[in-house]
């Protein structure tokens, strides 16, 4: 991919989204390699105890996607500074949960590239699951 | 748990904000940082692959932002009870009636600045703290808001990361 500059990011411009779905055997390999125990993110009669629909996904892993879909978008060579997630809602497993993002601000600190964006993920109910914030920084062109 | 008993749980732990609880050490292994990409499914070489992750500014394999060498087959001391999340945890132990509080807890905000990158070999201590209990009346009635904070640091004391959550319970 080509590699991205500061000077290239257009504020309103959208990022590239980033497609999950998400399996029962996803959750198991996050709550392994986070050794994140809770059961109603596969044990599906602990799920329903709790009045969920199902087992769900884990919120913490979504926000990993984020970090996806903006380390795949800058590059090696730019760094997720911050990203803030509000959670409104669960995702299950078999969902086609789409992460997005649009830039809402640009500026330069200490001579570094700062982008500002608006994250969220909606799924195919045309639910927003999460709303977010994050700030990158992006290499500027010399 | 009644209404009552939870009340005075919560006054409990209101004695316990701002208290930072003893550090936990994490040495970060190569074999969990690659655990940790492929169960987020994210094919990056950077994570794990010594000759690409030669050629970045890096110099080397790097875990991503999120990771921060949690976790480690052996949390000293650590009692991970299977109805909370590992954020409350190391919480938990330290601080009596949590575990009941949180059995029915709902995340509500996660928060994470990263300072420095983390890489395999890196040792992170990890403070945690319970910053604040906030009450509120929800659509689904009355809430307790459970405030908590992770610092991470390296050897030489320098800011690794830090995460802020919140936890509701009802």
């Known amino acids: 991919m080509a590699r991205l500059y500061f000077e290239d990011v257009e504020v309103g411009s959208e990022i590239p989204v980033l497609v999950k779905k998400p399996t029962t055997k996803q959750l198991v390999n996050w709550a392994v390699a986070t050794q994140d125990p809770a059961r109603i993110h596969y044990d599906k009669d602990r799920a329903q105890m709790m009045k969920l629909p199902g087992t769900v996904v884990h919120g913490l892993l979504k926000c990993q996607w984020f970090i996806q879909m903006l380390t795949t978008w800058i590059g090696d060579d730019g760094d997720v500074k911050k990203i803030a997630c509000r959670f409104l809602g669960m995702d299950l497993p078999g969902d086609t949960v789409t992460c997005r993002g649009r830039v809402t601000k640009k500026y330069v600190v200490d001579g570094e590239g700062c982008v500002e964006c608006e994250i969220w993920l909606g799924n195919e109910r045309e639910e927003k699951t999460i709303l977010g914030i994050a700030t990158v920084t992006i290499p500027q062109r010399e | ?170």
Do not use: H
């Open chain 2, 1 to 170: 748990m009644d209404k009552a008993e939870k009340t005075a749980i919560v006054e409990q732990l209101r004695k316990k904000i701002g208290v930072i609880l003893e550090p936990m050490l994490f040495e970060v292994e190569r074999g969990a940082i690659k655990r940790f990409v492929e169960a987020v499914e994210d094919d990056n070489p950077l994570y794990w692959d010594d000759e690409y992750a030669r050629k970045t500014r890096y110099g080397g394999v790097v875990a991503p932002p999120g990771f921060f060498g949690l976790p480690l087959g052996d949390v000293p001391g650590a009692e991970i009870n299977p109805d909370m999340g590992i954020l409350v945890a190391p919480l938990a132990q330290n601080l009596p009636g949590m575990a009941d509080i949180m059995e029915s807890a709902v995340g509500g905000t996660y928060e994470a600045e990263y300072y420095r990158c983390v890489r395999p070999g890196d040792v992170l201590l990890t403070y945690y703290e319970l910053v604040d209990i906030v009450e509120k009346e929800g659509k689904l009635g009355p809430m307790v808001i459970f405030v908590f904070q992770q610092t991470f640091k390296n050897r030489i004391n320098r800011l690794v990361g830090r995460v802020r959550a919140t936890l509701i319970t009802y």
